[in-house]
């Protein structure tokens, strides 16, 4: 029964910490394949129209990023992206839906994402680039490179030549797209053209010196004038978390979510091992017996920690087999439940074997301390003692355990 108990507890505490820890470790990482990712800000401005209320925005004009480069040296690039509302591709009078930016011919140097065919430089004024995926679907292959299709808006249609694919399913990034076009595609006269501002600063700049020179400009251009606005740069590491990025093209999540996940992860990873502790205590109790013979017939310190160890060993061996099965089950219903995209892969990536590995270990050196020094403490006379062993526990540990499954229980019902 103890075997039982423990094995189904550890099994499922692990298999929690090994899809949670690669989920936050994951979020925690986003966009940190980029080399440039030091160097990378985000351009913000307060907002003209809150009444007051504060607030940013990440629209700017386009005027803002020709006088960033025209008239500040500290800068070495800057591109500026945008949504095309409701994008569509048609092959074959076949209409998929696609995810669809334009952006400046310099998104591809800025930004490390793979370039499967063709070049960065595929941004052109008659050409469209495309992830990897999305070509495979369309078109059953990656080799598409000369294709034309044609690329619809909301009320616009052209015909575009692919001249690139790049590969971004393999790095997560706060930025979600298909494809990628030139910006003034689909800009017509009357259009405000604006949209996201990235700034590629030189080595040893400092973005805050540089903002303070930049507001202090009354020639800076803005949505209402100029001089009348002011901005603001934020690292791209922080983009992931920045809530004002409303654009459909962006990616968000909440950093409190991020620090309620690394809570819950402790907290069931805590009620595996309480499990785990206890009953091997337990177990170990009503085995005083067999600790008396064994220590009549002078069983060592080390030959004592080594039974330990084989015995713990076992538990973890079997449990942590066990979990990645079940882990491995439950990534697609994971990745439903929180709008992720983990993959069992992940597990492999070196922080998270890392923490696991680290979890793993602790967790069995405790046990093998515990056994360790409660075996020490058995005296040889009890197994003379035709007494059955009086099992004891912490009362104190298994309320706290209630306490935390019953949260847990509460606060799950209530999400669903």
């Given amino acids: 029964m103890y075997s039982s108990i423990i094995v189904m507890s550890l099994t499922a505490g692990f298999a929690c910490t090994c899809l949670l820890v690669s989920f936050l470790i994951g979020e925690t990482s986003v966009d940190s394949f980029q080399t440039k990712k030091?160097?990378?800000f985000e351009m913000s401005s307060n907002n003209p129209f809150g009444n007051g209320s504060g607030g940013m925005i990440m629209f700017q004009v386009r005027p803002t990023l020709h006088y960033l480069l025209n008239n500040y040296p500290e800068i070495e690039s800057a591109c500026q992206v945008s949504d095309v509302p409701r994008g569509e591709i048609e092959i074959d009078d076949d209409v998929s839906g696609l995810k669809l930016i334009s952006a400046d011919t310099s998104f591809f140097s800025m930004f490390d994402?793979?370039?499967v065919a063709g070049s960065g430089s595929g941004i052109t004024p008659d050409g469209i680039m495309i992830s990897a995926d999305k070509a495979k679907q369309l078109f059953g292959s990656k080799d598409v490179l000369g294709k034309m299709v044609n690329i619809r808006s909301a009320d616009t249609s052209k015909m575009l030549t692919i001249t690139?694919?790049?590969?971004?399913?393999?790095?997560?990034?706060?930025?979600r797209f298909d494809a990628v076009m030139g910006r003034t595609l689909f800009e017509k006269p009357g259009d405000l053209p604006g949209g996201v501002i990235y700034v590629l600063l030189k080595d040893k700049t400092n973005p805050v010196d540089l903002m303070v020179k930049y507001n202090?400009?009354?020639?800076?251009?803005t949505l209402i004038g100029e001089g009348k606005m002011t901005y603001d740069l934020h690292p791209l590491k922080e983009s992931y978390f920045n809530s004002s990025n409303t654009f459909s093209f962006m990616q968000k999540r909440s950093e409190t979510f991020i620090w309620v996940g690394w809570i819950v992860?402790?907290?069931i990873l805590f009620m595996a091992s309480f499990n785990f502790v206890n009953l091997f205590l337990l177990s170990m109790q009503e085995r005083k017996k067999e600790t008396g013979?064994?220590?009549?017939?002078g069983i060592s310190l080390w030959q004592?920690?080594?039974?330990?160890?084989?015995?713990?060993?076992?538990?973890?061996?079997?449990?942590?087999?066990?979990?990645?099965?079940?882990?491995?089950?439950?990534?697609?219903?994971?990745?439903?439940?929180?709008?992720?995209?983990?993959?069992?892969?992940?597990?492999?990536?070196?922080?998270?074997?890392?923490?696991?590995?680290c979890i793993v270990v602790a967790l069995t050196i405790l046990v093998i301390v515990l056994t360790t020094i409660r075996s020490r403490k058995t005296l040889p006379v009890s197994m003379m003692r035709n007494v059955s062993a009086k099992v004891r526990y912490s009362k104190l540990f298994f309320t706290v355990q209630f306490f935390v499954s019953i949260t847990l229980c509460v606060c799950t019902i209530t999400l669903i």
């Fill in 265 to 267: 992860c402790g907290l």
């Fill in 113 to 115: 994402f793979p370039i």
């Fill in 216 to 221: 202090d400009d009354s020639l800076r251009p």
């Fill in 38 to 40: 030091d160097r990378i």
């Fill in 164 to 175: 690139g694919v790049f590969d971004k399913a393999s790095e997560k990034s706060h930025m």
């Fill in 293 to 297: 013979i064994q220590k009549t017939l």
């Fill in 304 to 357: 004592t920690m080594r039974g330990a160890t084989a015995e713990a060993g076992i538990y973890v061996g079997v449990s942590f087999l066990l979990s990645l099965i079940v882990a491995y089950t439950m990534v697609p219903i994971f990745n439903a439940a929180l709008q992720a995209d983990v993959k069992f892969s992940y597990i492999s990536n070196l922080k998270v074997l890392g923490i696991i590995v």
